[in-house]
């Protein structure tokens, strides 16, 4: 159920992604843990990845659309073998991930766009090793894009002058194109233009932050900015800027995995060699509990996520499922990671801290996902827009079927329009619910039941509905359903043993419970609301012999079957 790079051997991908995931994988542990360490804590640029990244063409395949990949038959976007790269490269650090993923989200305007040429450019400096930044952030206006006041003046014909600071822009020091969002002074339509970091009126002013990554301040000042410079204008540079971050929102759930994982391995190699009282402390009772916790969730985290990769690949303008479990992969599996975290370190402990453990370097990192590209509420806000259609006005699709092949993800990079949001229909969760029958998810089912009579017979009034607190909280409950279904669909596609599937359903349960209560507790909520609330409220069927069945097969197994070389 989870990665172990050294035995990993990617049967799901083609043997020249196999290599690449391999490489990569040798390139981190020959380095080692002392060495990764050191360049953490010391804050170094990690000028031998991105080397590494060059000699072996890994950004520019990965990376590079087909139709771009001039003489690399390699090269595509693939979104299912881009899933173990993120994964790989959370494993092992953050910041290497972060150059990863801030150069994806710097070539989505660029590969969204029509300019042709600087589709050229972009390939060809792939290809030389280059990285990629995003401009979008400001340092005054959040999450509120609407206003941006990096400002692109219009002088002659085809001619223009940029004006203006961003801010939290990875790679913005060394990046060989920023692709850059603002407004075009004299129309105020949004604009998306390319700069660059070399260019004496660049101003790179900070790293804003104390890491080995750059997440830049810069200004541009009186930049000169040319039509061949421009992405797009007015709408579809509005499109492109939240078509990108749906490309690379994906990628934090992936990255969220990884540093679960390797921490999972400290967790348990440390908790099953330390004997207090004449105990191992895998044998304490809470311990087991704790471990138990954290790795369903995290096996859910990869089953949830990996999922959401069959949707992304098979989506079209008809079938925009993937913008409601796509952000799920963002807000939903990284704040599971928050989870996971927070659940190891109660079994690790002090050891934690400790300088020479990857576990310190989680603790921090696993806080940062749910952050980017839009915080949890901004994704939420999001999510219940889809709420309405997806419990009361099912869809027909065909069956979506597991999405291994090796193609390129051409509709990512065209997904159209962003509005019409609540128009998008989804397939009849009830049909995965119903293709079961475990304890829990039984018990989950009449949870939901209850959930969609509340909406229908004491949906949100007006005022509920204009305070998002209210909602964020019942958004939460919608999102286990989501959860849930896609766990169910997953499972039966990679015969998820039924002990495990119902074991996860045990936290789903308490989780689900957990809302409810938040529901309840609201000062908004009505009588009514409060009454289907309590009868939400459920105890998972306990089952010990299943327990032991997954902590025997599943948890014990994974001592001592990791650790990184030093
Ligand atoms: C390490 C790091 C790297 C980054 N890299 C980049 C990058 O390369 N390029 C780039 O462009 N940006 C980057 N960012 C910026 C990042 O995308 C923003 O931090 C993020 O979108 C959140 O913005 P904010 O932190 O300013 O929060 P704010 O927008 O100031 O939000 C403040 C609070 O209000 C809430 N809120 C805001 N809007 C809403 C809403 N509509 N509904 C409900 N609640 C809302 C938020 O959830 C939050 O709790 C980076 C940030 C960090 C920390």
Not at 49 to 74: D, M, R
Not at 255 to 280: K, V
């Amino acid at each position: 159920m989870l990665l172990n790079p050294k035995t990993a051997n990617f049967s799901h991908l083609d043997q020249h992604s196999k290599e690449i995931m391999q490489k990569t994988i040798s390139f981190f542990e020959s380095k080692g843990k002392n060495k990764l360490k050191k360049d953490y804590h010391d804050r170094v640029w990690y000028s031998d990845f991105l080397e590494f990244v060059h000699e072996n063409k890994i950004f520019s395949t990965l990376l590079t659309p087909e139709k771009y990949a001039g003489q690399n038959p390699e090269a595509r976007w693939d979104t299912n073998r881009n899933c173990s790269f993120n994964e790989i490269l959370g494993f092992y650090g953050l910041a290497y991930w972060y150059t990863w993923q801030v150069s994806i989200l710097g070539l989505g305007p660029i590969w969204m766009s029509s300019n042709e040429t600087i589709k050229q450019r972009a390939a060809k400096e792939l290809e030389q090793g280059g990285i990629f930044a995003f401009g979008l952030s400001e340092k005054a206006h959040g999450a509120d894009l609407y206003s941006s006041e990096m400002a692109l003046t219009p002088l002659r014909q085809g001619h223009y002058v940029a004006d203006g600071g961003k801010y939290y822009i990875g790679n913005a020091n060394e990046a060989a194109m920023v692709s850059v969002f603002g407004k075009n002074t004299e129309t105020d339509d949004y604009v998306f233009f390319i700069a660059d970091p070399k260019h004496k009126n660049y101003e790179l002013i900070q790293n804003v932050v104390d890491w080995q990554s750059y997440v830049a301040e810069f200004a541009l000042h009186g930049y000169p900015v040319k039509d061949e410079d421009i992405l797009a204008h007015g709408r579809d540079a509005w499109d492109m800027a939240l078509n990108t971050v749906n490309v690379g929102k994906y990628n934090l759930g992936l990255a969220s995995i990884g540093i679960c994982t390797h921490a999972f391995y400290e967790a348990i190699n440390h908790a099953s060699h330390r004997n207090l009282y004449g105990r191992y402390v895998t044998e304490f009772v809470h311990i087991k509990r704790l471990f138990m916790d954290a790795y369903t969730r995290l096996a859910a985290m990869r089953l949830f996520a990996t999922r959401t990769s069959d949707y992304i690949r098979s989506a079209s303008k008809d079938d925009r499922r993937y913008l409601l479990y796509n952000p799920m992969v963002k807000m939903k599996v990284t704040t599971q990671g928050e989870e996971v975290i927070n659940l190891l370190w109660d079994v690790i402990a002090a050891r934690g801290f400790e300088k020479d453990m990857y576990f310190e370097n989680a603790v921090r990192d696993i806080r940062a996902l749910p952050k980017l590209e839009g915080t949890v509420h901004v994704n939420m806000a999001l999510i219940v827009k889809f709420m309405a259609n997806y419990f009361f006005n099912p869809a027909t699709y065909d069956d979506i079927p597991k999405f291994t092949e090796s193609k390129n993800d051409r509709f990512l990079f065209n997904q159209g329009p962003t509005k019409g949001l609540s128009g998008i229909g989804f397939h009849d969760y009830r049909i995965a619910y119903n293709s079961i029958n475990l304890p829990n998810i039984e018990l989950f089912k009449s949870q939901i039941d209850i959930l969609s009579t509340m909406l229908l017979e004491a949906a949100p009034d007006k005022e509920q509905i204009k305070e998002v607190d209210f909602l964020l909280n019942i958004g939460e409950l919608f999102t286990l359903v989501a959860y849930g279904q896609l766990l169910i669909e997953k499972a039966a596609l990679d015969n998820v043993s039924d002990d495990l599937l119902d074991q996860m359903f045990d936290f789903m349960i308490r989780d689900f419970s957990k809302h409810a209560l938040n529901v309840l507790s609201h000062p908004l909520t009505n009588q009514t609301q409060i009454d289907f609330c309590r009868k939400m409220i459920k105890t998972p069927e306990p089952n010990p012999v299943r327990f032991e069945a997954i902590w025997g097969n599943h948890i014990s197994k994974l001592v001592d079957s990791y650790e990184m070389n030093l």
